[in-house]
């Protein structure tokens, strides 16, 4: 298989044709109908693995780190270890990591101040699992509630948001790439007195909110230096049609 082949339609053998096209990439890999030798995809594997690790002097950890060596812990590649239930649960099995998967617990909820008697958690498969349970726990505790993001947060966060149904409002970050708080306070101002609804939705009139009229009076002046749009509305309650929809709310 050489650069530039794409994939058309099957062989009589049952495996893809390669014509030239699209596909820039060396090689082009194709999985067929037939079997194949496994030692000739074994020799594969293995230079692809020796290709990987000359790329190891390049990568500093991002996105990947590939500094470590886990020959010496090939073993553990010939047995599966399912943690079934809760990480304190016995396990009929006894194929299992529960213990090692408490200690992990233990040392975080001792990192975060408390202990695993006044917390619940589990080791997840990943930073995108842990995302996504996260933002499942906050759904379930505030199921209107907004989820301020940093522009330099994981792109999981918007994509967990998405599929849980929440709103994400993109707070900017400073040189350094933390979340710039007073842009954090802005939003979150500007939330209260504006709302995001979605159309047709309605919601009655806060305490210490004007009943009707302009409600710009009431936005932070940094916002009204950003742009003063104008909107006002009835009486007793807020339209989504005079809901400004502002550029950084997804």
């Not at 707070?171 to 209260?192: F, Q």
Request: charged share 25%.
């Amino acid at each position: 298989m050489t650069m530039g082949q794409t994939l058309s339609n099957s062989s009589s053998s049952g495996a893809p044709e390669l014509t030239p096209g699209v596909l820039d990439v060396d090689p082009v890999l194709a999985i067929g109908q037939e079997p194949v030798d496994a030692d000739a995809d074994l020799k594969d594997l293995l230079r692809w693995a020796s290709d990987l690790q000359q790329e190891q002097p390049m990568v500093l950890g991002y996105p990947e780190a590939l500094d470590f060596r886990d020959q010496d812990l090939a073993p553990l590649l010939d047995v599966l270890a399912n943690n079934v239930g809760d990480p304190g649960s016995r396990d009929a099995s006894g194929v299992s990591a529960k213990a090692h998967e408490l200690a992990v617990i233990q040392f975080m909820a001792a990192t975060a101040g408390t202990t695993v008697d006044e917390v619940y958690g589990y080791v997840t498969t990943g930073g995108l699992e842990g995302i996504e349970r996260g933002l499942e726990l906050a759904r379930e505790r505030l199921p209107h509630a907004a989820v301020y993001a940093s522009d330099q947060a994981h792109y999981g966060v918007r994509k967990a948001a998405r599929r849980l149904g929440m709103r994400v409002v993109s707070v900017p970050s400073r040189p350094d790439g933390s979340m710039d708080p007073d842009e954090l306070r802005l939003r979150i101002a500007v939330r209260d007195y504006v709302p995001l609804g979605t159309r047709g939705a309605r919601r009655q009139t806060p305490p210490r909110r004007h009943p009707d009229g302009d409600l710009r009076h009431y936005l932070p002046r940094r916002l009204r230096r950003r742009g003063d749009p104008a909107s006002s509305c009835s009486r007793r309650e807020v339209r989504s049609t005079c809901t400004w929809r502002l550029p950084w709310a997804e």
